[in-house]
């Protein structure tokens, strides 16, 4: 296992692929602490460790509850992570609008690309610690 190589990160989506493509990309950009939830309930989980992640990438389609229920949630009980969710829909604006409506710090769009990952990492740098309320940051 790599030394101090980042924060925990949480990738949560359905799809065995997507999560080894994001896991690669975030390698790629020296951040090795990953772990990896299938379900709504297994991101869930990951966050009643005694190390929590600080940041997560999260499905919008991820099942049992849905990505949106798990952005509600972790907002509600971890303000202080920095939740990404992730889109490859074809309800791209809806998927958009109800990210912010319900708290994301940002928006990345499916396919994964390493330019769009580094952006998101960069924007959770930039905000902490947290010193502002408005915390959707945009799209990537």
Do not use: C, W
């Amino acid at each position: 296992m790599i030394a101090d190589s980042g924060p925990l990160i949480l990738v949560a989506d359905g799809a065995q692929m997507m999560r080894d493509v994001m896991r690669t990309v975030l390698r790629s950009l020296n951040h090795h602490q990953v772990v990896e939830a299938e379900s709504g309930r297994a991101a869930l989980e990951a966050f009643r460790g005694a190390v929590r992640p600080r940041l997560a990438f999260i499905d919008m389609a991820l099942q049992g509850p849905g990505g949106i229920d798990v952005l509600r949630a972790l907002r509600s009980d971890y303000p202080e992570t920095f939740l990404v969710m992730v889109s490859g829909g074809e309800h791209l604006a809806s998927d958009l609008r109800d990210a912010v409506d319900n708290g994301a710090d940002a928006f990345l769009v499916k396919p994964y690309r390493v330019a769009r990952v580094q952006h998101a990492l960069e924007k959770f740098h930039d905000v902490r610690p947290r010193v502002f309320p408005d915390r959707f940051s945009g799209v990537a």
